[in-house]
């Protein structure tokens, strides 16, 4: 499905219903809005590990504007602030009380944006294995020159840089780099993320360069409100714990979980349920 709003067409992905059926009465479910981390990447990666929230939350998909089924914008149209304004635009396009918002990896950086613009829309808010500022990339690179293959270690700083400059490139850099993202990569599962993936390296090209490095919303954090969840891995390269637990212990109604058998993308099968245990919790609290 897609929605028309601030110059685009934002392609958005509703499952599960939006009430729990209970013969003494149905009762409405959270909505759960879950974004997606790149930039430039789309929802695809979450599916169908995140499915299962359905059981207790109606769940939206979608993707920013610039990449998988959502249209093109303007370049100079590609910024974190943009895009938390999209998320908003599409919660009144639906119609929508507050939500709760996921966001993993750069959706995270969103999140935090969106919480600070639009606190209105917010019930709960869910932090996924992302970072506060622009710091998290000097402690990333320091970690890649240690776990890296030599092969990875070559390429490892062009996606981050914004020196990749084709969609050949962009997927090449993910099928070499993409088993840092894990602790135990899963080839079948490398191998059905990256057949799904409908990325766009322009988007992430743009945003590296020139949006990423200026991204800090870590002053204003202690004045979100709503309750928080932030979730961190012990074996993430990216977006390292002490990242996770910086923003939880900036956020003042915070908690902060790590999984400690896994990488950026737990519920990829490395510690799917656990992940969704988590999430689920914290959703019916």
């Known amino acids: 499905m897609h929605a028309h709003l601030n110059g685009v067409d934002l392609y958005f992905d509703v ?9 003494s009465g149905d009762k409405d479910k959270p909505v759960l809005f879950v974004h997606h981390g ?3 990447a789309d929802h695809s990666y979450f599916r169908p590990w995140l499915d299962p929230l359905g059981e207790v939350a109606q769940v939206v998909y979608l993707d920013h504007r610039g990449t998988g089924n959502s249209s093109d914008a303007p370049v100079e149209t590609y910024t974190v602030e943009q895009m938390a304004d999209d998320v908003e635009a599409l919660r009144h396009h639906l119609g929508l009380g507050k939500i709760v918002f996921l966001g993993h990896s750069y959706g995270g950086f969103v999140g935090q944006v969106l919480a600070l613009r639009h606190p209105q829309a917010l019930s709960k808010l869910i932090l996924s294995h992302t970072a506060p500022d622009y710091d998290f990339w000097e402690e990333a690179q320091a970690i890649a020159e240690r776990i890296a293959t030599p092969e990875q270690r070559e390429v490892f700083r062009e996606l981050f840089d914004g020196a990749i400059s084709s969609q050949e490139e962009y997927e090449a850099w993910w099928k070499k780099c993409y088993p840092l993202y894990f602790r135990h990569p899963d080839q079948e ?14 988007v992430a090209g743009y945003m590296m360069a020139n949006e990423i490095p200026q991204y800090n919303p870590y002053p204003q954090l202690p004045t979100i409100e709503v309750p928080t969840l932030v979730m961190s891995s012990e074996y993430d390269w990216v977006t390292p714990p002490s990242q996770g637990r910086r923003i939880a212990d900036a956020i003042p109604n915070s908690q902060f979980v790590l999984f400690e058998d896994s990488g950026h993308e737990p ?12 999430v689920s919790t914290f959703l019916r609290a």
Do not use: C, H
């Not at 599962?189 to 322009?202: A, F, I, W």
């Not at 519920?267 to 988590?278: C, G, H, I, K, T």
């Open 15 to 23: 499952i599960s219903s939006g009430k729990t059926v209970d013969f």
């Open 38 to 40: 790149g930039p430039g």
């Open 267 to 278: 519920f990829a099968r490395e510690e799917e349920q656990a992940y969704l245990d988590v």
């Open 189 to 202: 599962v490398l191998d059905q993320l990256s057949t799904r993936s409908n990325g766009r390296y322009e």
